[in-house]
């Protein structure tokens, strides 16, 4: 079917005629029940669906870790603050990743983006592509001062490695998600929170060797296309926005 019920939480995510659509059961049997009706409406094609599946997302301190697979995004916006850091990692599919200077960058499986919550994050997924990916995001209150033990400083990692890597080769980083996801996958794991927290600060630490695997191949303007290209004009004007907030800019001048 195109829907994915997760039994354990009794959660149900469709999105019908472009809009996210969240629906919360209390058992698994009113969720069946709800697939039923829009699965039927769907043969009718009253509705377009969207396959949505949470893996597995939990919240520790100072930080969560989540995996989720879909083949959309439930959302027409671009850009977004967040209070956290966040490290996105494609296990299989395809996302964008926007840069300033409206650049952007494919993901493909193996690539890692390191988003700035001091810059607009600007990733989506064009033209109904399925993605899976693995989100960490980070919390600089708990993790700057843990950083600066080993010399790092979180801000400045995060402000100068904003953007796409692709770290097929890159062993370390390989192996630290491989050992996240037997961790997140396990029903029962001693000391959950302490070793995962150490996992993610070993992410970061490798992370000042990054440079060597930025993605340097953005896509050309021949290449941006339809959705994309309304995209990256979207990406021109938040940029500009960013730059300018605190001028007296009139509207003919911003027009």
């Known amino acids: 079917t195109p829907f994915r019920i997760c039994q354990k939480r009794g959660k149900l995510i469709a999105a019908v005629e472009g809009r996210a659509v ?21 043969q009718k094609k009253e509705v377009k669906c969207t396959v949505f599946q949470s893996i597995y997302r939990e919240g520790f301190h100072g ?24 490290i996105q990692y494609i296990l299989e599919g395809e996302r964008y990743f926007f840069t300033s200077g409206a650049k952007c960058y494919k993901m493909t499986e193996g690539s890692i983006a390191l988003i700035d919550k001091d810059q607009i994050a600007k990733t989506c997924l064009i033209g109904g592509k399925y993605h899976d990916r693995i989100l960490i995001e980070i919390e600089e209150a708990d993790f700057a001062p843990i950083c600066s033990g080993f010399g790092l400083d979180l801000k400045a990692l995060f402000r100068d490695c904003h953007g796409v890597f692709q770290i097929k080769e890159y062993e370390e980083m390989q192996r ?6 037997q961790i997140m996958l396990a029903s029962d794991y001693a000391d959950k929170e302490m070793i995962l927290k150490m996992l993610v600060t070993s992410l970061l630490v490798y992370g000042c060797r990054l440079d060597d695997y930025r ?9 941006v296309q339809g959705s994309l290209e309304k995209q990256k004009r979207v990406c021109e004007i938040v940029d500009y926005i960013g730059e300018h907030y605190m001028e007296g800019v009139g509207l003919d001048e911003l027009s």
């Open 22 to 42: 969240c629906l919360f059961f209390g058992n698994f049997y009113e969720a069946a029940e709800v697939q039923s009706q829009l699965l039927y409406l769907q």
């Open 63 to 86: 930080f969560s870790i989540g995996r989720v697979k879909r083949d959309r995004d439930f959302s027409q916006n671009l850009g977004y603050l967040k209070n956290e850091y966040q």
């Open 176 to 181: 630290i998600f491989q050992q996240m996801e």
């Open 215 to 223: 993605e340097k191949t953005f896509l050309s303007s021949g290449y």
